[in-house]
Each structure stands twice: as structure tokens, then as C-alpha cells.
């Protein structure tokens, strides 16, 4: 079947634009710590994508006693805004964005962050001037793996499900996006291995923005073919 171009991008933006994931990581070890929590870092790193709900039940089970996840969620923040100043982008990330919006494609950050790491996050990554929407967790009821970030994504940029790709470094991402039917890009920038993203779903997995960058031309972010089952590539 032809393929189609798509009218924009999707990005996720902790671990695949700007290097955070493994901040998050350290962050919410030292916060389970605190509140007598022993979960090692391999297990929080898998989990890091979820939203702070969805993360909390993965790895301390939905039964647990919920009294203390409003500490937890402090204390994850708290630490993690210790590093606000000196967050830094992957390699190109605001290249790609920019590179994106010359071919005409609308750049959407969904984003599930918090408004205050937003800012951190967009400041870290300077290209304000191509983003045309920025999303937060204040417009999603349900975290990843639900689609519900996307869902508010597209209706706040007023695009299409069929007419975008998603960009993300997780498999929870990956998971998100295709219930939407959204083809997904994996990034391993995040940690997540190229095998574990294509395994999820990802129709293309490279390194990281500057891979994409590189094979933006013929990747499903300029022309998206309809049929994303099958033809999984990986690049450098």
C-alpha cells in the first residue's frame, strides 16, 4: 500500500529528547529509600515511562498500603529537580525538532511530565520556537501504557492519529502508541534495548535524535507507510 506523509510528530521527551531517565532512576531509589522502600535500581529503571501511579503499583503492588504515595511522588520530585539546571539534551534532539518543523511537520511535545519538570525540561532543550504543543500530566487521567497523553497530544495540535508517528524510548511508549494505531519510533537513548523496543511494537529503533536525524529522509517520520506490522528496521 502507498505510503502516506505524516502532518507531524509526536515526541515523548524524558529519556528520548533530553537525558533523564536514569535521573528519574536515581530519584525514586533514593525516594523508596527514604520511606523504608528497598527496590533495586534495575527493576525502577524498566519502569521509568509509566506514570507515577502506574510505576508505584508495578513495583510496590497494588495492595500496598497507598497512605505514603503522596510523600513518595514529593520526594521523587524534590530529588529530581535538584538536577534542573543541568539537565541536558540527547545528542541533536533540538536539530531534529527543527529539522521536523522545515519540512512543514507540526512538533508536538506528549509529554506526561509534570508542569514544572515541562519547564525544566523545554528550558533544557531550547527549541520553543519549532514546538507547536506541549502537553503535561495535568491532561491525562490515565498514564502510560494508556494512550491517554497521546489522545490529549492530538486534540490540543489538532492533528490526526493516522497523520503522525510518536517518537519514544520506552516500551510503554511503544505500548501507548499502538493503541491508537500510532507507529512508534524507538530511541535506545533511554536504556531500553533495541530488541526490547522492536519486540513492543517500534517500527524503526535508532540510537538516539542524532540517528534519526541522519535517516530522516527515509524514515516513517517523512513517509509512513499504512501497513507498520511488519519491516522493522534498526539504525545507528
Known amino acids: 500500500m502507498a505510503a502516506a506523509r505524516s502532518d507531524g510528530v509526536l515526541f515523548d ?11 528519574h532512576t536515581v530519584a525514586w531509589w533514593e ?6 522502600h528497598a527496590v533495586p535500581m534495575a527493576l525502577i529503571h524498566r519502569s521509568i515511562g509509566m506514570g507515577s501511579d502506574r510505576l508505584l503499583d508495578h ?16 520526594a521523587h520530585d524534590s530529588l529530581f529537580l535538584e538536577y534542573a539546571e543541568r539537565l541536558t539534551p540527547l545528542p541533536h534532539a533540538a536539530d531534529l525538532l527543527r529539522a521536523c518543523a522545515e519540512r512543514g511537520l507540526r512538533v508536538v511535545l506528549a509529554t506526561s511530565a509534570a508542569e514544572h519538570e515541562v519547564r525544566a525540561l523545554r528550558a533544557a532543550l531550547d527549541a520553543d520556537d ?5 502537553t503535561s500530566s ?4 490515565r498514564s502510560k501504557p494508556a494512550p491517554d497523553i497521546l489522545v490529549a497530544a492530538l486534540e490540543q495540535s489538532g492533528l490526526a492519529a493516522e497523520r503522525v508517528v510518536f517518537v ?3 516500551v510503554w511508549d511503544v505500548a501507548a502508541a499502538g493503541r491508537l494505531g500510532i507507529p512508534c519510533i524507538g530511541l535506545t537513548c533511554g536504556g531500553t534495548g533495541r530488541a526490547e523496543l522492536a519486540g513492543a511494537g517500534a517500527v524503526e529503533v535508532y540510537d538516539d535524535p542524532g540517528a534519526l536525524l541522519a535517516h530522516l529522509a527515509e524514515s516513517p517520520v517523512l513517509s509512513r507507510g499504512h ?3 511488519a519491516n522493522m528496521n534498526v539504525k545507528a
Open 13 to 23: 521527551v524524558d529519556g528520548t529528547l533530553v537525558d533523564t531517565t536514569y535521573l
Open 130 to 134: 519549532v514546538i507547536d504543543t506541549v
Open 31 to 36: 525516594a523508596f529509600r527514604q520511606l523504608d
Open 138 to 141: 495535568a491532561d491525562a487521567r
Open 227 to 229: 501497513d507498520t506490522d
Open 168 to 170: 519514544g524510548d520506552s
Open 59 to 74: 513495583l510496590l503492588g497494588p495492595e500496598r498500603d497507598r497512605a505514603a504515595d503522596d510523600r513518595l511522588r514529593d
